[in-house]
């Protein structure tokens, strides 16, 4: 039975055309699946239904989502992510998967190619990320709360210091002094939701490249059904910055929220909105 499958011209050209016209034809396409997005059901025989594609190094994995959460569409990422997302479709639990709660952190060294270059300190940089749902004015937001666990210098510098901010503001993050409305959209950034988990924050890759990973997950990252909920109706995420030392890991978002507002007070948070990539 034709299912009411939307195939961009991305996924056709990745998958081909008699593949895309096989999915059309409701050939090898399922008729009830999990949004990848919204991860409620879905059905492909009674509703417009997104074909998503995750392509990593050497594997690709095909996923269905709600037209009304995401559209049809390639989403680059890791090889470890697509093993990742392949755990999440088929029910594996990924090990050591950070447990979902208010403000769930996960770290991973930084990429090589990031802007913030390299820690002073002689192990390698590890960004801290935590998220939450902050308010701003009368609204909930979601927000993900970036710090290193030492020092970062501005790559090939030799010493101490901790260029960390002034790199991420010369990226286009705004120092915040009070966290009492949204920041600006930081075009050519993005957040990676996919398989309803956090996977990374993307940044801009070389000119006339795709996105490349300025932090990514060793697994993928559990949010809160909130969080969730509240990341896909805006479509955004605010991302937060701070150095070494300004928040530590909250268990609750109340403490989150506070000590967001003391580094904003002391000059130590810089922050910027970025879309959702892919889910």
């Not at 299912?3 to 055309?17: K, T």
């Not at 270059?117 to 009368?138: D, F, H, K, R, Y």
């Not at 997950?217 to 969730?228: I, N």
């Amino acid at each position: 039975m034709p299912r009411m499958l939307d195939v961009s011209e991305d996924v056709r050209a990745e998958i081909g055309d008699e593949e895309a016209d096989r999915l059309l034809a409701g050939e090898n396409a399922p008729g009830s699946y999990d949004c990848t997005s919204c991860r409620t059901p879905g059905d492909s025989e009674q509703e417009r239904t997104s074909t998503v594609l995750f392509v990593g190094e050497e594997t690709a994995v095909l996923a269905f989502a709600h037209a009304s959460c995401i559209p049809s569409q390639v989403v680059q990422v890791s090889e470890e992510q697509l093993k990742g997302a392949v755990r999440s479709i088929t029910g594996e639990a990924p090990s050591q998967a950070a447990a979902p709660t208010a403000g769930a952190t996960h770290g991973y060294p930084a990429p090589h190619a990031d802007p913030v270059g390299q820690p002073t300190a002689p192990e390698p940089a590890v960004l801290g990320v935590t998220s939450g749902l902050v308010l701003i004015g009368e609204e909930l937001h979601p927000a993900l709360v970036v710090e290193p666990t030492g020092p970062i210098a501005r790559p090939g510098m030799v010493g101490g210091g901790d260029d960390f901010l002034p790199l991420l503001i010369e990226q286009g993050f705004l120092p915040v002094s009070a966290v009492n409305e949204v920041p600006p959209t930081l075009h050519g950034w993005s957040v990676l939701l996919a398989m309803g988990q956090l996977h990374a924050v993307l940044q801009p890759g070389n000119p006339g490249g795709g996105p490349i990973a300025w932090w990514q997950a060793h697994q993928p990252l559990q949010v809160t059904d909130g969080w969730r909920v509240a990341a896909n109706k805006s479509h955004r995420v605010l991302v937060f910055a701070a150095p070494v030392g300004s928040i530590g890991q909250q268990p609750r978002e109340d403490l989150l929220r506070d000590a967001l507002d003391k580094a904003a007070a002391n000059g130590r948070l810089v922050a910027a909105a970025m879309p959702l990539a892919g889910t």
